[in-house]
């Protein structure tokens, strides 16, 4: 099946600061991405669609200024946490599509936020 | 929007038995529906998908059903194993482009 990467795969970082967390389709291009966040025993939220060379898409809920994302190419969407604040701790996972709406996963990052 | 419910919750089997884990679907325009397979900790993995065009898809020893018209779908396992133990969740989508709705996810336990 199709390969999709995520990096880092984990981080642990200060109150107030941004990390990114980066996702690739190593083997195809996709032209949207997905960004999910899940909580420990929970099922997966959608955060956010991403297409490339445009505006993402929010989820309800979800704050377009605080979760940045970037789909500069068909192979990269980033995803920047600004300030990030102790509730943010949480698992990210991303989603590349490839053909007809099948979704293949990345490793997922967990963020720690002290 | 699209509301995806999964039953059930937990599933707990004898090794060599089979198992089924069923979900609802509300929106009728949906037409993709994927069935995904996540072990603690690690990536969701896409194990079997069917499109509405088809009733039924097998794939060795697991297979998928839909009922277009009931808005349902169901995975069966067949003759478990315990490396099928993991946490499964279904989901729904209307196509190309457009998000997945996940159910809630149902944790199997395969008994040796």
């Known amino acids: 099946g199709a390969v999709v990467s995520q990096h880092p795969s984990w981080v642990i970082c200060k109150s107030g600061t941004s990390v990114k967390i980066e996702c690739r389709s190593l083997?195809?291009?996709?032209?949207?991405m997905f960004w999910y966040r899940q909580f420990p025993k929970q099922s997966l939220m959608l955060m956010a669609t991403?297409?490339?060379?445009?505006?993402?898409?929010?989820e309800q809920g979800v704050e377009k200024d605080k979760f940045l994302i970037n789909h500069a190419s068909l192979t990269l969407s980033t995803l920047t946490v600004t300030s990030a604040h102790p509730e943010d701790s949480s698992f990210y996972i991303c989603?590349?599509?490839?053909?007809?709406?099948?979704?293949?996963f990345g490793p997922g990052t967990r963020l720690t936020v002290l | 929007g699209e509301n995806v419910e999964q039953h059930p919750s937990t599933l707990s089997v004898q090794e060599g038995d089979s198992a089924v884990i069923k979900c609802t679907y509300s929106d009728s325009a949906s037409n993709y529906f994927p069935w995904y397979k996540q072990e603690l900790g690690k990536r969701p993995q896409l194990i079997i998908d069917?499109?509405?065009?088809?009733g039924e898809k097998k794939d060795q020893r697991i297979a998928v059903t839909l009922n277009k018209t009931a808005k349902h779908f169901s995975l069966h396992i067949t003759e478990t194993q315990p490396e099928d133990s993991a946490v499964y969740f279904c989901?729904?989508?209307?196509?190309?482009?457009?998000?997945?709705?996940f159910g809630a996810g149902t944790i199997l336990r395969v008994k040796s």
């Open positions: 069917i499109r509405s065009n088809v």
């Open positions: 083997d195809f291009q996709a032209t949207t």
């Open positions: 991403s297409n490339e060379g445009s505006k993402a898409t929010y």
């Open positions: 989901a729904a989508s209307r196509g190309y482009g457009n998000k997945l709705v």
């Open positions: 989603s590349a599509e490839e053909g007809y709406n099948e979704q293949f």
